[in-house]
């Protein structure tokens, strides 16, 4: 698992919001944690201020975002930033370490359709709001390659274009994962680029750590999920090892996030 010490941070450090993140569908909260001279900023989502999901009627949100972090860091993949469940001036919620990012830094994004980066996987066309004709695109990144490896396991029904991060390093990160691990095909993304192609050697070799973690690790995603979710969750892993393919977009279901941004 990640540094015990961040997550430690994250658990028990005093916590003071600083604001509030209007774009967000449920209460989130920009915070600032204190413990034992260590600080650090981060995102606090409390369970109370979640908005009820008729198809997500289990557990919270919440939950389902430590789950896919735990996740991430059983198979090595280190794509999600530490995550726990903590409590909050308002009650227990998620506690994510905060990234900064860049304003220049773009993996993801929407380009007129003859002005495609080079070397970026195409994934759609599509008219602007003017009726002009654009395209939605990502980078050839191996650790966004990942990240959709990643969002096929937890089947992440919400993989945003600004769900994607990179810090000041350039270390790629995904977060909102708290519509994820349903037991039911919900997988929409943008990350489509490499749809049929043949999994990386190093997405082959997470997915056999998160396998063989899974052994031993089913009760702690189970304080979050239903086992009915940990089940298919690894049924999701087994079948990618299997095929050691992408999948393909399954036809006649939606699997573009609205808004892709």
Known sequence: MADTATEDLLRRGEMTVQG???SASNATFFARLALDGAESDCVYKPVRGERPLWDFPDGTLAGREVASYVVSELAG??????TVMADGPFGPGMVQQWVDEPLETVLVDIVPVD?????????????????????????????????????VVVNNADRKGGHVLVDAAGTVSGCDHGVTLHVEDKLRTVLWGWAGRPLTDHDAAALERLMAALEDSTDVLAEHITRSEVLQMRRRAARLLRTRLHPLPTRGSAVIPWPAF
């Open 20 to 22: 509030r993140l209007m």
């Open 115 to 151: 002005a495609v980066p080079a070397g970026w996987m195409h994934v759609l066309d599509a008219v602007d709001q003017h009726g002009d004709p654009v395209a939605l695109v990502h980078a050839d990144h191996p650790a966004l390659r990942s990240l959709a490896v990643f969002d």
């Open 77 to 82: 993949w280190h794509l999600v930033p530490p």
